[in-house]
């Protein structure tokens, strides 16, 4: 059974940071790229970070410059390092692979 397990969201003051981690259990987490979705309310959830098994990485434009996807193949987690945060960074994160498998989403709000 494929488990992912999003932890590290908040509230976050803007230009802070934070850490999101995806801890996946029951896959071969090496053999998969990883995405990062969010969505926000009343919007449509939508891809932030993609990086594939050799280490390939692909942003959104509007995270670009400002968030970084990393993966820890030994410890079968993903990663998203967010910088510079906006207000329009707010909504609940969410891993996941093969466009199936999905975490249960961590919440990251951006406010003053």
């Known amino acids: 059974q494929v488990q992912l397990v999003e932890s590290g969201g908040g509230l976050v003051q803007p230009g802070g940071s934070l850490r999101l981690s995806c801890a996946a259990s029951g896959i071969i987490f090496s053999s998969y790229a990883w995405n990062w979705y969010r969505q926000a309310p009343g919007k449509q959830r939508e891809l932030v970070a993609t990086?594939?098994?050799?280490?390939?990485?692909n942003y959104a434009d509007s995270v670009k410059g400002r968030f970084t996807i990393a993966r820890d193949n030994a410890k079968n987690t993903v990663y998203l390092q967010m910088n510079s945060l906006k207000p329009e960074d707010t909504a609940v994160y969410y891993c996941?692979?093969?466009?199936?498998?999905w975490g249960q989403g961590t919440q990251v709000t951006v406010s003053s």
């Open positions: 996941n692979t093969l466009q199936y498998y």
């Open positions: 990086i594939t098994s050799g280490g390939t990485r």
